[in-house]
């Protein structure tokens, strides 16, 4: 029997608000659909371990991302510089295959998905496991090849509802 009471709505946009105060890199996360190249910009990536190479991403449960990662574990995460808002609101306003016209981009030979040639650096990755928490899937991921691209930007965040720099 199920005994969670419900949250109040308060809880829930305080929450909101409270988690917008915490900095995030943003990516584009990309794969091989039946249709050409799937990608979406995502800000859930967690480092989980140097040994093996491992990280973490989160994927909202239904989200075409997370049904085309069942057909196909393989992954590049691209790590976007801060003057790449516009690709990250591209991802997210349109994520599938048409976000990617006009994009510079090559599949990669080690996961079959695309590689920005802009991103600051990718991280290609092959899923190992799933987890189910909440309306989310937490997706664990072996990380089997990684790159950065000397000479880019710093990195592009997301903090308070706008996309940022990094000032150093």
């Not at 989980?48 to 075409?64: A, F, K, M």
């Not at 990669?108 to 190992?128: F, Q």
Request: hydrophobic share 40%; with cysteine; aromatic share 4%.
């Amino acid at each position: 029997m199920d005994t969670t009471q419900p949250r109040p709505a308060t809880l829930t946009a305080h929450y909101r608000e409270t988690m917008r105060q915490f900095p995030t890199a943003v990516t584009v996360l990309t794969t091989a659909g039946p249709d050409g190249p799937h990608g979406m910009t995502a800000s859930s990536l967690t480092s989980v371990s140097l040994d093996p190479p491992t990280l973490l991403i989160s994927l909202q449960r239904g989200s075409r991302t997370r049904d085309l990662l069942e057909l196909d574990a393989h992954f590049t995460i691209n790590l976007l510089a801060e003057t790449q808002a516009d690709i990250a609101m591209r991802f997210a306003r349109k994520p599938g295959h048409g976000a990617f016209a006009g994009a510079a981009w090559q599949i990669s030979e080690t996961t079959g998905a695309a590689v920005l040639e802009t991103a600051t650096a990718h991280i290609d990755c092959r899923v190992s496991e799933r987890v189910e928490a909440a309306d989310h899937t937490l997706v664990l991921a072996e990380v089997m090849a990684a790159a950065t691209h000397a000479g880019r930007a710093g990195p592009l965040v997301h903090y308070n509802h706008d996309f940022r720099g990094v000032t150093c």
